[in-house]
């Protein structure tokens, strides 16, 4: 089975650095996603990771460690338009299917 | 360029009556997938389709039909509803070629079933 866990809320500061982990068990693993979601609205892609790593675009990384099951979002220089949910989700083979597995979301509020 | 796009955006049913969600994609992609999304549980997997003619259940597919006729069209049908069934519910489309395999959303349907 597939089990992802992430924090359920964070608070943080405009303008400063903050860091979203999720770790996961999986059956296979074949890539972790990050999706951005605003209250009301579809999730939107973030990023991805395959490989042990951080992979860097613009004020958002990401980073994996597949022998940890681990990864982490990483948001540097915080805007008020950053407050959002932040979904961790893991791809993995099942039968013919490449499933993706989402975890709960991690709703990050940022204050002025 | 519309992307996937869902239908209506809002729904009200009383328990018992059916109704059909509409999802279409205009990316040519093989791969589509409806979810729910409840407060505290994440996205769940309904159905999927790996192509035209062909569908698959996921994770919570009880009270829920699909069919693929065709590579744009994905509708969600509910049998019979179910207040269990209140939810947002997202159509998903992503390409079945390319390593990463992004998956694009709709705008959801929001649902509540008295």
């Known amino acids: 089975g597939q089990n992802i866990d992430q924090p359920t809320e964070m608070t943080a500061t405009e303008g400063a650095i903050v860091q979203i982990n999720c770790t996961y068990q999986?059956?296979?693993?074949?890539?972790l996603f990050w999706y951005q979601q605003h209250a009301g609205e579809a999730p939107t892609f973030l990023s991805y990771?395959?490989?042990?790593g951080l992979e860097e675009k613009g004020r958002f990384s990401s980073f994996l460690s597949r022998s940890k099951g681990y990864s982490y979002l990483l948001l540097k220089e915080l805007q008020m338009k950053d407050s959002a949910s932040y979904l961790c989700?893991?791809?993995?083979?099942?039968?013919?299917?490449?499933?993706?597995?989402f975890g709960i979301g991690t709703k990050l509020q940022v204050i002025p | 360029n519309a992307g996937v796009t869902q239908t209506p955006k809002f729904q009200v049913l009383k328990t018992g009556q059916s109704m059909t969600l509409q999802c279409a994609q205009d990316?040519?992609?093989?791969?589509m997938s409806w979810y729910r999304q409840d407060p505290g549980m994440g996205l769940r997997l309904i159905h999927y389709?790996?192509?035209?003619?062909?569908?698959d259940q996921g994770e919570v597919p009880n009270g829920y039909n699909v069919s693929r006729s065709t590579t744009e069209d994905f509708p969600l049908r509910l049998l019979s509803a179910a207040p269990s069934q209140t939810s947002v519910y997202f159509c998903?489309?992503?390409?079945?070629?390319?390593?990463?395999?992004?998956?694009?959303f709709g705008a959801g349907t929001r649902l509540s079933v008295l």
């Open positions: 990771n395959v490989l042990d």
């Open positions: 990316m040519n992609h093989e791969y």
């Open positions: 389709s790996v192509g035209a003619g062909i569908t």
């Open positions: 989700a893991v791809r993995a083979p099942a039968g013919g299917y490449q499933k993706v597995t």
């Open positions: 999986t059956s296979g693993f074949n890539g």
């Open positions: 998903a489309s992503r390409a079945s070629g390319g390593a990463k395999g992004i998956q694009y």
